[in-house]
């Protein structure tokens, strides 16, 4: 049966592709130490098949409340060593000074983090240069973050209206299960 989204089943070939995908990172830490991976673990189907694919993978998220300001403390580096772990790949971290120049870089079947979506100030409020700046990025966009949907913020709302969008493995079991 034919279902009222688009999955990652829908995507067609996606070898070379930069795919933007919306996850939810926002794991508990202490001490420098993510004290529950479960978010993390989450991400696992969808990040792990679209690399498989040959897609680069770009990961969004935020993590915490940084006030539209960067900090060190609600910086995303320190998620990428346990993330890392988790997926069984090399992740790498991208900050967004130089983020064009870094994507630039990764290949196909790479994996890469991109720094706290809550930097910018103009994420919880989808503002469209935000938005532009996000989807500059990419070519596609997947939202795994079913946590996150319910935000209009540009990392979630804003970028399913500016690149052909699909719900991501988690997301895809969330909306299953509501149906």
């Known amino acids: 049966m034919s ?17 933007l995908v919306r996850e939810d990172l926002n794991v508990p830490m202490a001490e420098g130490r993510v004290t ?25 998220a935020h993590f915490g ?3 539209g300001k960067p900090s060190p403390d609600f910086s995303l580096s ?3 060593k346990p993330y890392s772990e988790v997926l069984g790949r090399e992740v ?6 130089g983020a064009e120049d ?5 290949e196909p079947g790479d994996i890469a983090v991109l720094e706290n979506t809550r930097f910018f100030g103009g ?16 070519d596609l966009y997947v ?18 209206h500016v690149l052909p969008a699909f719900a991501g493995r988690a997301m895809e079991a969330e909306l299953d299960a509501l149906q």
């Open 92 to 97: 790498r971290y991208i900050d967004w000074e």
């Open 143 to 160: 939202n795994d973050a079913f946590s996150a949907a319910h935000r209009a913020h540009a990392s979630t709302e804003g970028l399913a």
């Open 102 to 106: 870094s994507v630039a870089t990764l």
């Open 65 to 67: 409340r940084p006030k």
């Open 36 to 60: 529950d991976d479960t978010r993390l673990r989450a991400t696992v189907a969808t990040v792990c098949e679209l690399a498989d694919k040959g897609a680069i993978v770009l990961v969004l």
């Open 123 to 138: 994420e919880e409020t989808n503002d469209a240069a935000v938005v532009a700046r996000f989807a500059s990025l990419g």
């Open 78 to 80: 320190q998620v990428v």
């Open 3 to 19: 279902k009222p989204f688009k999955t990652l089943d829908d995507m067609g070939e996606i070898q070379g592709k930069r795919v």
